[in-house]
């Protein structure tokens, strides 16, 4: 219960109260309905987020894929040096005896793609998934160090 009056009509709002885990829908009074029905139409694509760090050796990506298996996501390699990570999140089967009170996990497909730089060993790269999280691993082309010899200075 709010501590704070409603502004905006006679009951009582939680909009404003901090504590409140009630979240003010700005669309309720609109002609469509922001019911789970409604975003299950509209969630087509879904943003996997995807972090790619350089070390030494290797580029490594990863990418958080909670609930996905091996199966459901796709590692590609395109000519043109692009590594592309693609899958699809299934929407949960919908019970006509269910109720769903809220919807927040995203489901549908999703598509990242990266283009590699030219010290990537495009022959060596591996994938591997653990816990719902996808690693690839691409290979650096080592650099070659320079031999560089010692000149006696004479004098």
Do not use: C
């Amino acid at each position: 219960m709010s501590l704070i009056p409603s502004f905006f009509g006679s009951h009582r709002s939680n909009i404003l109260d901090p504590f409140s885990l009630e979240i003010w829908d700005p669309f309720k009074d609109f002609p469509f309905s922001s019911e789970p029905q409604f975003a299950r139409e509209t969630s087509t694509y879904v943003n996997a987020r995807i972090d790619w760090k350089e070390t030494p050796e290797a580029h490594v990506f990863k990418a958080d894929l909670p609930g996905l298996n091996k199966d459901e996501v796709k590692v590609e390699v395109e000519d043109d040096r692009v590594l592309q990570i693609s899958g699809e999140r299934k929407m949960e089967k919908e019970e006509k005896k269910d109720t769903w009170h809220r919807v927040e996990r995203s489901s549908g497909k999703f598509l990242r793609r990266f283009r590699l730089p030219e010290n990537a060993k495009m022959d060596q790269i591996k994938a591997s998934m653990e816990n719902g999280v996808l690693t690839v691993t691409v290979p650096k082309v080592e650099v070659k160090k320079p031999d560089v010899k010692s000149i006696e200075i004479s004098s």
